[in-house]
């Protein structure tokens, strides 16, 4: 019998396992930093409750991966200071972040989190490490057709060249 045997939470983890969980949760704690920034730029109400979403997901994400960096003997990264709340009022217009810059930048944000969980997930050898990443590559799914949907809705995405006319067979 292997080592790898048993209560998955028992059997050590792997470097690689322990680099990803530090760089996840490094990530989504950013993550938190940002999604705070956007929502006090964000004037649209279904564009802020995404963000929203977004923003409690990726705080359950770095409390998830963090606990188990900690019951693993890791330390987990800092987190950065919490942004407060500002009055979109109060930001000037020419610093401003507008709606559709937000929308980019957080379907940017779930596309880098679907790689990532992938990558995650593909290197895992621990079973609870893997469920983990599939659980949050599903929340990316989610989070990313929703964005899709708020930016056809909203006429913010910027397709590629469409076909038009498709080629006579």
Known sequence: MGILKGNPKDQPLHYGEIFNLWT????????????????SHA????LK???DNLLTQARQSAAECDELLIHNGHLPPPALPERPPVKLED????ARLTDPE?????????????VACSQVIASAIRLDV?????????LHLASAAAA?????????????PLQIQRPEH
Do not use: C, M, N
């Open 102 to 114: 937000i929308a980019i930048a957080v379907g940017d944000d779930i596309a880098t989190g679907l």
């Open 130 to 138: 893997g469920a983990l990443f599939v659980k949050y590559h599903a």
């Open 91 to 94: 930001i000037p217009a020419g």
């Open 24 to 39: 996840y949760s490094a990530r989504k704690k950013s993550a938190i930093s940002t999604y705070q920034l956007y929502l």
């Open 148 to 160: 899709l949907e708020l930016s056809k809705e909203k006429g913010w995405l910027i397709p590629p």
């Open 49 to 51: 409750h995404l963000v």
């Open 43 to 46: 004037g649209d109400d279904d």
